[in-house]
């Protein structure tokens, strides 16, 4: 709960069964930083009142015990005390909070659906239904992002409900949100980061193209050949060779002709 200053609570009063001057004359209040005491006088009677000096905040402290005294006027002075023991509400006034605004993480293509990627996790200050957060991945401008992840509204795990191919996309940006069930709710958002590593999941594919003549000379070029693999790194790098006995040989060649070809690459790496 958070008070502003000024608030005045009004107390019970004091009994004496004496009268006149040898009645409650006065009240006293233990020290503290929230309350100071003010007191009425009607007639024979003396009011006291609470009078708030600083704001409550629940999340700093949510319990606070004073002793109100009240101290007759004869002589010697007679005094008895009462205990006040004030506990702090809880309003909605913490929105929840992630640890950081920006998570990564890294799979690899072709996980399972229902495969856990991340856990997103995010604390509220406050009590009650005012602390317990439902999370949920955005919907504005992201739903490739939808088609592929999915969050427990509970948990904050995001899991994979779609295909995740790394020729297709190699990163993908998962905008979340954390709201509180307070009313009026409150919220805050993070995003994460999915980087999507490659696998070697697509073979070669070879493009011939025969330049084969009748009368072709020994060290004539008789076909040009084209390789291409949609993988990435070392998972699309070929090596070539020609795996049976024929009187042919395969030669690496940088004429503009053939490396004007699309998707052509050369390597002794695998």
Same mark, same amino acid.
Not at 47 to 74: C, F, H, M, N, W
Not at 184 to 204: C, F, G, Q, R
Not at 211 to 218: G, K, P, Q, Y
């Given at each position: 709960?958070?008070l502003?200053?000024?608030?005045?609570?009004?107390?019970?009063?004091?009994?004496?069964?004496?009268?006149? %001057? *040898?009645g409650?004359?006065?009240?006293?209040?233990?020290?503290?930083?929230y309350f100071?005491?003010?007191?009425?006088?009607?007639?024979?009677?003396?009011?006291?009142?609470? @009078?708030?000096?600083?704001?409550?905040?629940?999340?700093?402290?949510?319990?606070?015990?004073?002793?109100?005294?009240?101290?007759?006027?004869?002589?010697?002075?007679?005094?008895? $005390?009462?205990?006040?023991?004030?506990?702090?509400?809880?309003?909605?006034?913490?929105?929840?909070?992630?640890?950081?605004?920006?998570?990564?993480?890294?799979?690899?293509? *072709?996980?399972?659906v229902? $495969?856990?990627?991340?856990?997103?996790?995010?604390?509220?200050?406050?009590?009650?239904?005012?602390?317990?957060?439902?999370?949920s991945?955005?919907?504005?401008?992201?739903?490739?992002i939808?088609?592929?992840?999915?969050?427990?509204?509970? $948990?904050?795990?995001?899991?994979?409900?779609?295909?995740?191919?790394?020729?297709?996309?190699?990163?993908?940006?998962?905008?979340?949100?954390?709201?509180? %069930?307070?009313?009026?709710?409150?919220?805050?958002?993070?995003?994460?980061?999915?980087?999507?590593?490659? @696998?070697?999941?697509?073979?070669?594919?070879?493009?011939? $193209?025969?330049?084969?003549?009748?009368?072709?000379?020994?060290g004539?070029?008789?076909?040009?050949?084209?390789?291409?693999?949609k993988?990435?790194?070392? *998972?699309?790098?070929?090596?070539?060779?020609?795996?049976?006995? @024929?009187?042919?040989?395969?030669?690496?060649?940088?004429?503009?002709?053939i490396?004007?070809l699309?998707?052509?690459?050369?390597?002794?790496?695998?």
């Amino acid at each position: 709960m958070f008070l502003i200053g000024g608030i005045i609570f009004a107390l019970s009063e004091a009994s004496d069964a004496d009268v006149g %001057k *040898n009645g409650v004359s006065m009240y006293k209040l233990s020290p503290n930083e929230y309350f100071s005491l003010e007191t009425h006088k009607r007639g024979e009677s003396i009011s006291p009142e609470l @009078v708030l000096q600083k704001s409550l905040d629940r999340e700093k402290k949510p319990y606070i015990q004073l002793i109100l005294t009240a101290v007759d006027g004869g002589s010697p002075p007679n005094s008895g $005390t009462s205990e006040i023991e004030i506990n702090v509400l809880d309003i909605n006034d913490n929105a929840p909070l992630f640890s950081s605004t920006l998570y990564k993480v890294q799979i690899f293509e *072709n996980i399972p659906v229902g $495969t856990a990627v991340f856990t997103l996790n995010a604390t509220d200050a406050d009590e009650g239904t005012n602390s317990e957060i439902v999370y949920s991945l955005r919907n504005k401008d992201q739903d490739h992002i939808l088609d592929i992840f999915k969050i427990d509204s509970d $948990t904050g795990v995001i899991s994979v409900k779609g295909k995740i191919d790394y020729e297709d996309r190699k990163a993908f940006e998962i905008r979340a949100e954390a709201r509180d %069930k307070g009313q009026p709710p409150m919220s805050a958002h993070s995003k994460v980061l999915v980087e999507i590593t490659d @696998v070697n999941d697509n073979a070669p594919e070879i493009t011939v $193209t025969s330049l084969l003549s009748t009368d072709a000379s020994i060290g004539t070029a008789i076909a040009l050949v084209s390789v291409f693999d949609k993988d990435g790194g070392k *998972n699309g790098m070929v090596n070539c060779k020609i795996s049976n006995n @024929v009187p042919f040989k395969l030669e690496l060649c940088f004429s503009l002709a053939i490396s004007s070809l699309p998707h052509t690459r050369w390597s002794d790496t695998r």
